[in-house]
């Protein structure tokens, strides 16, 4: 880059791999947890469900989510009913009968105001009424820009650590939202 010359990009990039960042952020505090892995399977979704509720495992929990099928599934459903004391064999089949029959009658009950661990679920299009998606921007923009490079996965999976551990003690706090309800209303 030079003044007044555009950006020169090159189109050819070595892959050194992926890794997968599953996270949760407290509204109140701006604290983020999260899981690095290798794959993003309905087993590794409730894993931090299920570390993020064990750090304090009396308190009630509302987590706001968008409509992807992980966030929907089967272990997500016995995790939540083993929680909030509902026998497994009243959850059905899946597939085939009861909460387990399908994603709309698992999304009901995940979904359901008397549990103790509650999904609430953005509507389609809507990611920017999710807080994690909004703090996904921000850890985008600051480490995972347009000219970062990292030599391999565990590179990669420090920097996302540190990153996290600054974010956690100097920048982390409720987000204040900048627009009225009245020029959000179509």
């Known amino acids: 880059m030079k003044p007044g010359m555009p950006e020169k990009v090159e189109p050819e990039y070595i892959r050194h791999g992926t890794t997968v960042l599953i996270a949760s952020r407290d509204v109140v505090t701006g604290q983020v947890k999260y899981t690095l892995g290798p794959t993003r399977k309905e087993e590794d979704f409730v894993s931090h469900i299920s570390a993020v509720v064990e750090e304090d495992p009396d308190a009630s929990y509302v987590f706001v989510m968008d409509q992807l099928n992980t966030h929907k599934s089967e272990s997500l459903v016995r995790f939540v009913a083993a929680e909030c004391g509902i026998p497994q064999d009243s959850l059905g089949t899946k597939g085939?009968?009861?909460?387990?029959?399908?994603?709309?009658?698992?999304?009901?009950?995940?979904?359901?105001?008397?549990?103790?661990?509650?999904?609430?679920?953005?509507?389609?299009?809507?990611?920017?009424?999710?807080?994690?998606?909004?703090?996904?921007?921000?850890?985008?923009?600051?480490?995972?820009n347009v000219r970062s490079s990292f030599a391999s996965i565990e590179i990669l999976q420090q920097k996302i650590k540190r990153f996290i551990a600054y974010y956690n003690k100097h920048l982390a706090g409720p987000f204040r939202w900048t627009k009225e309800a009245k020029t959000l209303q179509i």
Do not use: A
């Open 96 to 144: 085939r009968n009861g909460i387990l029959k399908s994603m709309e009658t698992r999304s009901e009950f995940l979904s359901d105001s008397d549990h103790r661990i509650r999904i609430v679920y953005t509507p389609k299009h809507c990611s920017w009424l999710n807080q994690i998606e909004c703090w996904f921007s921000i850890l985008s923009r600051r480490l995972l």
